[in-house]
């Protein structure tokens, strides 16, 4: 069921997500060009060459998201089985953006597994671009997140997602501003009935809350559900 | 070498607090940091310089804490081009620090930070239980499924540490995870150098599929509960080594033995 308030959480909430994967297709861009270059046998020193545009990217104004990067399958590079370049922002946008440094040894306790994460999982498994969260991206950022990704394909070879980090506090502060005043409390939820947006304190962001009869309208894309309360 | 890398290692280099026995504090953070694995067996520590800043103490006071890791055998030291301090991740090592710490601590110490663990490990529990999304809750589980099947006491505390941390980040909340990764950073340093039975390490992992029952049940309380029986229960053997370690402490040197008693986290 559709309704007008819906609609219009709809049209803001994709046109945000929207303006975020078009600055991860050009992550995508980059990371192709490197390897076209590199003649199909990338090394580490190839992928180190998507940085300078990474950061420029980060420090432009109006850029959503405050960390983007590639994160390659593993075993691609020749030199090095794991292996992620991904930068972020500083949450005021004031510092030069810093490299992300996790920990991608397998013993250790604080082991970043990102070829077990929903973001590298689905995006590989389907071939097509993803949303995750809100989740706490522990032993990675350490923030609050969404996470949008999309699958580096060069000739059907899957050679790692590119993608972006949304902080959802973020992601709140611009979807309610272009929102204004609504004529009734809307409540986004994802496929695990996951508040990922709410007006009302009654449904608070990361909580789950589970509507049987209220109205509500689906998004295309990212698979969540607007709900008129 | 670049320090911070990944969230475990950058609480590894963190700034101490002040205090005294500063260079103890030193010994004990890189003690922890090798049983978690966050720092690995041959590897080069930072240069002392650099080493020193970061931990903010002085070059003085971290040279005696090498000199003390050096003679623990905890870190090796060679000369010349391409020499530094490298990393000697030794059992028999972790295994004599981590009783000198039981040794040392007071038993209301050892209550204190059981009363922490159980508020926040119980309250991300009771979180989790409410917040949890179905496919964290198999995450969860698959984390108790690899810890079951663990070979040796090393792997079973780390991939243990890990569960906890787990709990909190599917509490979906950052900063209960944060405190949860520093609490399993200053239970490493304790609970180091026993083995568990076999059936020691069965009964932990019941005690947590009880949890994680409750939390894929979302019965919260019962999540919440469960925790804290668990950890009261590890508080209170923690304690009994403390006190037995202390009784003994006169004669410490020639008493090699095990501590089954320190076995769960």
Redesign the interface.
Known sequence: MSTPVADQAAAVIGSVVERVFRSVAEVREDVLAGYRAAGGRMCDADLTAVRDPLRARLSRDREVAVGMGVIVAPGLLTDRPLRMEWWQADTEGTAAPVML?????P??????DYAAA?WFVVPRRTGRRHVVG???D???T???LLTLTLPVLADGEFLGVAGADVPVARFETLVLRELGDLAADVVVVNT???VVLSTSPRWLV???AVFADAPCRALDEPDWRVVVA | MRIPAGDARRAVFAPLDDGAMRSEAVVRRLGSAIALGIIVDGEQLPAELQLAASLNVSTVTLRDALSDLRARGLVATRRGRGGGSFVVASQEALTELSRGRLRELGSTDLRELGDVRAAVSGAAARLAAERASDSEVERLRETLARLAAAEDGTEQRRIEGRWFIDVAAAAQSVRLTREEIELQFELGQLLWGTERTPAELAAAVAAHERVVAAIAAREADEARARTEEQIAAVTARLIGVHVRLTRQGHRRADHAGSYPEAAGS
């Open positions: 440094e996790v920990d991608l040894n013993a250790s306790v604080g082991f970043y929903e809100p989740y706490v522990v032993h990675g350490d923030r609050y695990e009935d996951r990361g909580e789950r």
